[in-house]
């Protein structure tokens, strides 16, 4: 069984930064990892994914050239830097792991999920 916790989010005005944090324990194997957040009223929705080695990322168009997501396997640790943030941006942030290599933006091909965390950006 795999933990995942996620850590970092909070209060910031427009524009400016986040870095959240997703801690891995248990049996952490080399599946590929991602962030997925869900607004109020909204579905979940695909932020950014990475594979084991760093080697491969994938970003949702929205938030593209303003956030970077990368590993640290040393460490069993994900991070997503969000930059220039915005409103839109507000919702609950949750890290996943799937047990295949290959990157997915499908909130099903992950089977290990976080407890999530708050990311709120005030206008």
């Known amino acids: 069984q795999v933990q995942l916790v996620e850590s970092g989010g909070g209060l910031v005005q427009t524009g400016g930064s986040l870095r959240l944090s997703c801690a891995a324990s248990?049996?952490?194997?080399?599946?590929?990892m991602g962030w997925f957040r869900q607004a109020p009223g909204k579905d979940r929705e695909f932020v950014a994914a990475?594979?084991?080695?760093?080697?491969?990322?994938d970003y949702a168009d929205s938030v593209k050239g303003r956030f970077t997501v990368s590993r640290d396997n040393a460490k069993n640790t994900m991070y997503l830097q969000m930059n220039s943030l915005k409103p839109e941006d507000t919702a609950e942030y949750y890290c996943?792991?799937?047990?295949?290599?290959?990157?997915?933006?499908?909130?099903?091909?992950?089977?290990?999920w976080g407890q999530g965390t708050q990311v709120t950006v005030s206008s």
């Open positions: 990475i594979t084991w080695n760093g080697a491969t990322t």
């Open positions: 996943a792991q799937r047990v295949g290599a290959f990157i997915a933006p499908q909130t099903y091909a992950y089977q290990y």
């Open positions: 248990g049996r952490t194997f080399s599946g590929a």
